[in-house]
T-cell receptor
Framework: EVQLVESGGDLVQPGGSLRLSCAAS????????MSWVRQAPGKGLEWVSA????????FYADSVKGRFTISRDNSENTLYLQMNSLTAEDTAIYYC???????????????GGRGTLVTVSS | IQLTQSPSFLSASVGDRVTITCRAS??????LAWYQQKPGKAPKLLIY???TMQSGVPSRFSGSGSGTEFTLTISSLQPEDFATYYC?????????FGQGTKLEIK
């Protein structure tokens, strides 16, 4: 069974940094594009970032480009999101997600079950 | 690429047929997915490639469209279908989601 478990969310002050992790199991991790999607409280889904199976190619939403860095450790089956220069607008539940199939345009299945909450506030 | 869903809110009854539309600001071929999200839960993939049903999704869900206009249809609403639905374009990065359609019980 495919499982994705996010962690690392916390309360952080504006301008601070945080690193999120997503532990993956139940599939060949290095064969799939992995992504982060966030959801501000009471709001819709926002695509954040994606990384190729090898880790060599990354993509970012304009809202986080230059501040967030996605990475992966294929030996540990773990996805990361390093978040710097955080603002209140980054407050959200962050979900990691696996490409449903071997091509990244196939949608995301599954998402992490719970997500991890990042709160940016002084 | 901007995605606009309509309506944003929809009130319907069990057994109704409902349709949600997603319009893209530019052509995205068939690179569109639909998700269902229930309160407090992660989104769940329903349809990808505009019209291909994800394994395990009930057949009352169907998707259609290409280019800039897409639809998600639920043929006969069941109580468990009341949720929020999102479209997502996967034609080009940065990927994007529609604003969501909240389906409520009438």
């Amino acid at each position: 069974e495919v499982q994705l478990v996010e962690s690392g969310g916390d309360l952080v002050q504006p301008g601070g940094s945080l690193r999120l992790s997503c532990a993956a199991s139940g599939f060949t991790f290095n064969s799939y594009v992995m992504s982060w999607v966030r959801q501000a409280p009471g709001k819709g889904l926002e695509w954040v970032s994606a990384i190729s199976g090898s880790g060599g190619t990354t993509f970012y939403a304009d809202s986080v480009k230059g501040r967030f860095t996605i990475s992966r450790d294929n030996s540990e089956n773990t996805l990361y999101l390093q978040m710097n220069s955080l603002t209140a607008e980054d407050t959200a539940i962050y979900y990691c997600a696996k490409a449903a199939y071997y091509y990244d345009s196939s949608g995301y299945y599954p998402f992490g079950g719970r997500g991890t909450l990042v709160t940016v506030s002084s | 690429i901007q995605l606009t869903q309509s309506p944003s809110f929809l009130s319907a009854s069990v057994g109704d047929r409902v349709t949600i539309t997603c319009r893209a600001s530019q052509g995205i071929s068939s690179y569109l997915a639909w998700y269902q999200q229930k309160p407090g839960k992660a989104p769940k993939l329903l349809i990808y490639a505009a019209s291909t049903m994800q394994s395990g999704v009930p057949s009352r869900f169907s998707g259609s469209g290409s280019g800039t206009e897409f639809t998600l249809t639920i043929s006969s609403l069941q109580p468990e279908d009341f949720a929020t639905y999102y479209c997502q374009q996967l034609n080009s990065y940065p990927y994007s989601f529609g604003q969501g359609t909240k389906l409520e019980i009438k």
